[in-house]
């Protein structure tokens, strides 16, 4: 079996604001179909590193090459462009709308058809925005306006919205933020199967150990803006830097306690 296609490779990537180093000399990959979790304590970097990566921020140093293309410095409308798809911690959906509209409009922007949007939306990508809905267990609310939305249902139309654009690389910023567990544990098998099927590479930011260590495939950890550690779960459980700055945190997770059963 060949080796799946790398998506994304950064190099040296590096932040400073003023004297502060938000990001230091940061490089890894992350090829199709994989689960790549960004991990730290508060002040780390994750966001500053994550925001780089999609245009947000102007990196001060380093390279970001999406799909064989160097993507550095580019604005986040011309990253997404090239098959970047992205969710925030905080969803971001017209409340107003239904549903099955806000797919539309993502989908309406995907093909460049903005022009008339307001005038044609109702009519344009329905079925298609339904397939979406379809794919994330949300075509049963197609009809509902988003404010009357459940905060975990919510996180599933957000995935659809960034799904529209067909992506090739997901940016998924702490994507179980605020949700009830059994809910965190729905979307990220959700990502995860959706992911692997349609060879979507995956970076998320994420607090939740459990949900890190039961996803990832592989796991990046930053302390200080620097990357002290690098690899497969049990790789990472096991380094002593990460478990020392961790400590009572719950990074020593126990896979016997994932469904609640006694230690």
Not at 19 to 48: C, M, Q, W, Y
Request: proline share 5%; charged share 25%.
């Amino acid at each position: 079996m060949s080796a799946a296609p790398v998506l994304l490779v950064v190099e040296g990537l590096t932040k400073s604001y003023g004297g502060v180093h938000a990001v230091r000399d940061v490089s890894f990959s992350l090829s199709a179909g994989e689960i790549l979790a960004l991990i730290g304590p508060n002040g780390a970097g994750k966001s500053t590193c994550f925001n780089m990566l999609n245009g947000q921020v102007t990196p001060g140093g380093g390279r970001v090459r999406l799909l064989g293309r160097d993507t550095t410095g580019e604005k986040p409308r011309a990253v997404w462009r090239l098959g970047v798809g992205r969710t925030f911690q905080i969803t971001a959906t017209f409340p107003t709308m239904t549903v099955r509209e806000n797919v539309q409009v993502a989908l309406v922007s995907h093909h460049s058809r903005l022009f008339d949007m307001w005038s044609s939306a109702p009519k344009l990508a329905r079925d298609e925005a339904e397939r979406l809905l379809d794919l994330v267990g949300m075509n049963g609310y197609a009809d509902r306006p988003c404010g009357e939305l459940a905060y975990g249902d919510l996180k599933r139309l957000e995935l659809a919205i960034a799904l529209a654009n067909q992506p090739k690389l997901l940016l998924m910023d702490e994507p179980t933020a605020g949700m009830a567990p059994r809910e965190r544990v729905e979307l990220m098998r959700l990502t995860a199967r959706i992911a692997r099927e349609q060879s979507i590479g995956v970076l998320f930011t994420e607090h939740d150990m459990d949900v890190v260590f039961e996803h990832a495939d592989r796991i990046l950890v930053l302390n200080r803006g620097s990357l002290i550690a690098e690899g497969v779960p049990e790789e990472v459980r096991r380094d002593p830097q990460v478990r020392a700055i961790y400590l009572g945190e719950g990074l020593v997770y126990d896979a016997r306690h994932r469904d609640g059963a006694p230690a």
